[in-house]
């Protein structure tokens, strides 16, 4: 079955860590996003990337990090630089931005 | 860029009545709108979609309107269900940018 994987489902970072969230999709799209959904809140966007090894910040990208090295794997790092880190993550793909969205389960993170 | 407004924020109805909801966007180039369904604890899902050559879609007890001349979108649910109950995110892309609503919590009780 093609899908789009997010691990782990649940994660706790202490303060002053970095932690790294993955995301793989075996759907072959091009186009893959991290997006932030906070409590009561919209999706806001982190970044984007449309292709492999090219990707772009979106609206809150601040403290946060990514990488493309495979067409598959999307990871996004959240840095110690991140002030306010905890939230619940979202992966998404897509064949290019025109087009739905097919979002993953969901990281929560949660700093203690 | 694009901005997407999204009414209500909650929904309560009961089993077998309709649900509306409605969204407006800003950018007249806009041609793209998406429907999401979130559940507890999951991630959204694409339920419908419209492109802006089309006025309405429908698939079965949901539906969709486009007002281009207006700017605004609405989803329908008929003979909702208690498995209705989610969060509805509507979006709306321009020049490759999609943009979503900030959420309808809609409740369908028993």
New interface residues.
Partial sequence: DGGIT?SPKYLFRKEGQNVTLSCEQNLNHDAMYWYRQDP????RLIYYSQIVNDFQKGDIAEGYSVSREKKESFPLTVTSAQKNPTAFY?C?SSI???????????TRLTVV | GENVEQHPSTLSVQEGDSAVIKCTYSDSASNYFPWYKQELGKGPQLIIDIRSNVGEKKDQRIAVTLNKTAKHFSLHITETQPEDSAVYFCAATSYNDMRFGAGTRLTVKP
């Fill in positions: 997010q009561g809140q919209g999706l979202l998404a290019d931005r025109r087009y739905g969205y097919t979002f993953g389960s969901g």
